[in-house]
C-alpha cells in the first residue's frame, strides 16, 4: 500500500512538472514594442553607468530603479512578464531580456549604440553574449 502511494505521489509529480506552462517567446508585433523600449532602457543605464567610477554592486532592479529614476516610465509594464539583467562593461551597459524563469534570451542590448543589438529568434541561454569595446564597438551584435 506504501508502495502504492509513493509510486502515485512520484508519477503525479512528474506529470505536473512536465505539464508546466512554459513561457512563449513574444512574437513579431510584441518584440517590435519591447526593442524600441529595451533600446531606450539600455541608453538610459549607459548613461548612469557612464557617471560611476567603479562597477556598480546593486542588485539589477536597484540599477535599473536608479537609472531610470529621471524618468521612471522607462522600466515599461511591458517588461513586467520578462527577466532583465544588467551588466557592467567598463563604463558601459548591457541589457539582456530574457523569459522570467531565466531560461531563454529574447534579446539584448548595449546601450551605448542607437540600434538593438541581438534578437534572438531561436532558443538560446539566458546569458551575455555582446561585448562593448572602446568607442562602443559592439561585438557579437546582429549584422545590420
Do not use: W
Not at 539583467?85 to 542607437?114: F, H, N, P, T
Not at 538593438?116 to 539566458?126: E, G, S, W
Request: glycine share 4%.
Amino acid at each position: 500500500m506504501k508502495h502504492r502511494i509513493l509510486i502515485s505521489l512520484v508519477t503525479a509529480l512528474l506529470v505536473g512538472a512536465c505539464a508546466a506552462p512554459t513561457v512563449a517567446a513574444p512574437d513579431a508585433k510584441e518584440r517590435g514594442r519591447l526593442s524600441t523600449k529595451m533600446v531606450n532602457l539600455s541608453s538610459a543605464v549607459d548613461t548612469y553607468f557612464a557617471d560611476l567610477a567603479e562597477a556598480p554592486i546593486d542588485s539589477d532592479t536597484s540599477i535599473l530603479q536608479n537609472a531610470t529614476r529621471h524618468d521612471p516610465r522607462l522600466l515599461a509594464p511591458e517588461f513586467e512578464p520578462y527577466l532583465l539583467k544588467v551588466q557592467y562593461q567598463k563604463s558601459y551597459a548591457v541589457l539582456l531580456l530574457c523569459s522570467k524563469d531565466a531560461g531563454r534570451a529574447i534579446m539584448e542590448d548595449a546601450g551605448c549604440s542607437a540600434r538593438l543589438d541581438r534578437q534572438l529568434t531561436h532558443a538560446a541561454p539566458c546569458e551575455f553574449t555582446l561585448l562593448v569595446k572602446q568607442g562602443c564597438q559592439v561585438e557579437g551584435a546582429d549584422p545590420q
